[in-house]
């Protein structure tokens, strides 16, 4: 330490902006996402953290945590910090029919 400033490595430093980047961007997208769904018109996002990619709707969020709900009914809750990708798969979000669970259960 110099002068009362702690020196860290560039990329550690570099590390830490791109996450925060990276949770800030899924932050306000989720946020957008939500409101659009309380227009009437849910979108359909996959996001993904470092274990899993998940593909639902917003059911709810916060500056901390988002919950997606999945086609058929799971809701997941997410940290938001640990998210790494955002991306919209559809402008509409569209539950299973029971068609569909029909077919997923015999294949």
């Not at 500056?63 to 790494?84: E, F, I, P, S, Y």
């Not at 955002?86 to 015999?106: A, G, N, P, Y």
Request: proline share 1%; charged share 20%; hydrophobic share 45%.
């Amino acid at each position: 330490m110099i002068s009362g400033i702690a020196f860290f490595p560039i990329e550690a430093a570099s590390n830490r902006i791109r996450q925060s980047l990276v949770a800030a961007v899924a932050t306000v997208l989720l946020v957008l996402s939500t409101h659009t769904a309380d227009a009437g018109g849910a979108r359909l996002i996959e996001v993904s953290d470092d274990q899993q990619t998940y593909t639902g709707k917003v059911a709810a969020s916060n500056d901390a945590t988002c919950c997606l709900m999945d086609r058929q009914g799971k809701l997941v809750w997410l940290n938001v910090k640990q998210l790494k990708s955002f991306r919209v798969v559809s402008d509409r979000f569209e539950i299973h029919s029971t068609m569909d669970f029909r077919q997923q259960l015999q294949a």
